[in-house]
């Protein structure tokens, strides 16, 4: 339902105040506005018998935690250029989406949910290291502990929840089932993840792991068995992945075109909401012969001209997504330590339709640099329908 604005604030304010409030959570970012933090979290916490209010900023590196007292103003915080308003209590989820022209469209959902006061301040887990899921794969000891050797995994993991968690709050919170396509699923640890991750938040939770080797598909269905849930592997390669209905179309580290051919799989089967983090990539390497000056500059030195070329390719895919109505974002997923390649490619479908300047500029770099995007020969029928490209 729409209401006023300043109405909308009222009601969030006061379920904060309320002896049943859980958390809140401000996200995304208003037209024209610009936000100092990419994610707000607010809970109560108790500390010397007194309850506080924790908020914890984060750009999507770091987190910083604050605890005010009873008495602090929210407004300010609410009207600091964040769309996506949310607000739980024990019994009901108040969510408010802030349009294009200011207006506030407020969804109530019935929730039950547990109030935790506990002040906690080492890093929550999405998932905790005992959860049956990493017992199963393998990842924990005999007392529920991450094995050293795989903590790196199981920080992977955990941030991609972390990641996919926001996008929940803010784009598919009205729905009490979800599918979840993993395209290059390999050994499926963030498939089983994302499946325990969810299952708590919807009535049904369906789950597809896509890989071309068969001793993959072996490995998952043992491990489906083992924790006893419904999940479909197969073995066939991203591209002959057969369609059907997809909510969360998942691709980590699939190379070189295989992650275009993710992306296209993705679109084409109108996939509410795609994260992709790409792997190796050679496509556009090999088109490009000469840069346009001044780039030659940056070119002429091979690492650099590599590590360009890798940014322009996962841009322009972003850039396309964007075309065909996608609200899409690039954010930091592995931390720099582990890999070069550490960003991931997150895209919600609104259906808006592309401003004239992102079809210019998209059309200006490739005719400059004389390339055609993989994706976008993949797309082509697409870009001509929602953008006229083509």
Not at 257 to 263: G, H, K, V
Request: proline share 3%.
């Amino acid at each position: 339902m729409k209401i006023e604005l300043p109405a909308a604030i009222l009601q969030l304010d006061q379920r904060i105040r309320s002896e049943y409030f859980v958390r809140a959570v401000l996200s995304g970012r208003r037209r024209n506005m610009q936000t100092e933090y990419e994610r707000i979290d607010i809970k109560p916490v108790l500390i010397k018998d007194e309850i506080k209010w924790q908020i914890i900023s984060s750009d999507g590196k770091k987190d910083i935690t604050k605890n005010v007292a009873a008495d602090f103003s929210f407004n300010q915080l609410f009207e600091s250029g964040y769309a996506n308003l949310l607000v739980d209590t024990q019994d009901e989820s108040y969510q408010v989406r802030i349009s294009k022209k200011d207006e506030a469209l407020v969804a109530i959902t019935k929730v039950k949910l547990t109030r935790d006061l506990s002040h906690d301040r080492q890093k929550m887990r999405m998932l905790p290291e005992s959860n049956q899921v990493f017992k199963a794969l393998d990842l924990s000891d005999l007392l529920g502990r991450i094995k050293p050797s795989k903590m790196d995994k199981y920080k992977q993991v955990d941030e991609f929840l972390r990641l996919i968690s926001q996008t929940l709050d803010t784009d598919l919170s009205n729905q009490d089932e979800i599918s979840v396509v993993d395209l290059g699923c390999g050994h499926a640890y963030l498939t089983f993840a994302v499946q325990e991750f969810l299952k708590d938040k919807y009535r049904k939770v369906s789950i597809l792991g896509v890989d071309e080797r068969d001793d993959s598909k072996a490995h998952n269905e043992k491990v489906a068995a083992k924790l006893k849930i419904e999940a479909k592997f197969i073995a066939a390669k991203i591209a002959d992945t057969p369609n059907q209905k997809v909510d969360i179309a998942i691709a980590l580290h699939a190379c070189d075109t295989a992650t275009d051919d993710a992306l296209y799989w993705a679109v084409k089967n109108k996939a509410k909401v795609i994260m992709a983090a790409p792997c190796c990539m050679h496509e556009l390497q090999t088109q490009i012969k000469d840069s346009p000056e001044p780039w030659g500059l940056l070119t002429k030195y091979g690492l650099v001209k590599e590590r360009l070329v890798d940014l322009m390719t996962d841009s322009l895919r972003a850039q396309i997504l964007k075309l065909l109505g996608y609200r899409v974002d690039i954010v930091e997923f592995i931390g720099g330590e582990h890999t070069a390649r550490n960003i991931l490619i997150r895209a919600v479908f609104t259906g808006a339709s592309p401003a004239q300047i992102d079809k210019e500029r998209y059309l200006q770099l490739l005719e400059q640099w004389q390339i055609t995007p993989y994706l976008a020969k993949l797309l082509k029928d697409e870009l001509k329908a929602a953008a006229q490209i083509g």
